[in-house]
């Protein structure tokens, strides 16, 4: 059974993560956070320096993508230890749905519409309360405009494929064992308390129970990366037009104030609308667990399956069929041919160990925002 076999034509990998994956890959993130840009402060300084001098979108160009590497590197060490998937593994596709995608992008304008400005009078009240101001003495260059274009098309691009990858495709898979709804709270909390900011929780936190709830749903991390991407254009937008004081007359003040009203009431539509429609497909999913349907699978969408091996023989199985993981207690004879060979799956992990590292990693992610 061990014997390596590389004829296999099918190298789909129904692998998944447990809750301590979780709750440790969150901590290892953390703590990657604070010392690798803190021993990068310290050799490059004064390149650093120099650089948010010259121009400020040049620098924060370079904060995003070693943000991103950061977040990157962690996860993709964490598939390579732990032999999952973090896209498609554990039953979860990349399907093009054009229904689908146009009410997630619609949740998305729903969310920003409506809370943006909560998020921006919290943002205020955090600068006076916690000191979190912005940066100070920004300085420009005559290409800036092109690196701000870089800048908003990485903010857009990499959280899009790399953020989703860690906590839709890491952190909540791995929390589903305590429940899908645990998992989406969860993994929003984690979401928005990784970004460092009491400013931006509110709106990160929301904008996390968004996304992980339509993955969820759906099954379809394509319409996370989705989401992901036109909240981030959605928030440079705001952050761009809204925001802006268009003139200092009270012609100029009414016209804001009726633009802001018009936002918050078109976002509450667009919520209301994708909510029903996703709540709508979630109890189409549950009916149809309960009563044990089969998956039916259209003629026309391709598929991806993987070999499973035990007592009954070989067998194929599709892709969006999940192979559920067992305890370390529990005897488990099934093998999957996973990277050319048949393997176990990843087991559950304690539940009191997996808890532990959650709230440890959640009680250090608080302890950072506000030191």
């Known amino acids: 059974m061990n014997k390596r076999i590389t004829a296999y034509p099918y190298s789909y990998n129904p692998n998944r993560f447990n809750a301590f994956d979780s709750g440790l890959s969150f901590i290892v993130v953390l703590a990657a956070f604070e010392l690798i840009p803190l021993a990068i402060s310290v050799i490059f300084r004064d390149v650093l320096y120099d650089l948010y001098s010259a121009d400020f979108f040049a620098y924060m160009i370079v904060n995003v993508v070693l943000s991103q590497l950061i977040i990157f590197g962690v996860a993709i060490i964490w598939c390579k230890i732990r032999r999952a998937n973090p896209f498609s593994g554990g ?38 309360l916690l000191g979190e101001y912005g940066y100070s003495d920004i300085n420009y260059s005559k290409f800036s405009g092109f690196y701000a274009l870089v800048y908003v098309g990485l903010i857009i691009l990499m959280p899009a494929i790399i953020e989703e990858m860690l906590f839709r495709g890491i952190i909540m898979r791995g929390l589903e064992e305590f ?32 996304i992980g709830a339509v993955v969820i749903i759906t099954k379809n991390w394509l319409l996370g990366s989705i989401m992901h991407a036109f909240n981030n254009f959605y928030s440079s937008i705001f952050q761009l037009l809204i925001t802006y004081d ?36 979630a109890l189409k999913n549950k009916i149809a667990k309960e009563k044990g349907e089969k998956i039916r699978i259209p003629p026309y969408e391709k598929r991806e399956f993987y070999l499973l091996a035990d007592s009954n023989g070989l067998s194929y199985k599709p892709d969006i069929e999940r192979a559920e993981l067992k305890s370390k207690r529990e005897y488990d004879e099934r093998r999957f041919f996973i990277n050319g060979e048949f393997r176990k799956l990843n087991a559950k992990a304690p539940k009191v160990l997996s808890i532990a590292a959650i709230c440890v990693g959640l009680l250090a992610a608080i302890v950072l925002i506000f030191i």
């Open 91 to 128: 039953g979860y596709v990349a399907k093009f749905d054009f229904v689908q995608i146009l009410m997630s992008i619609i949740l998305v304008m729903g969310v920003m519409m409506t809370f943006y400005f909560v998020h921006l009078e919290l943002a205020k009240d955090s600068e006076v």
């Open 246 to 281: 268009l003139v200092s007359s009270d012609w100029g003040f009414s016209v804001k104030t009726v633009t802001n009203m018009a936002c918050i009431i078109i976002g509450i539509v667009c919520l209301i609308v994708s909510v029903l429609y996703f709540g709508k497909l």
């Open 179 to 210: 429940g899908s709804v645990a998992a989406v709270i969860i993994s929003a909390v984690m979401f928005s308390f990784m970004h460092g900011s009491f400013s931006q929780m509110l709106l990160q936190f929301i904008g996390g129970l968004a």
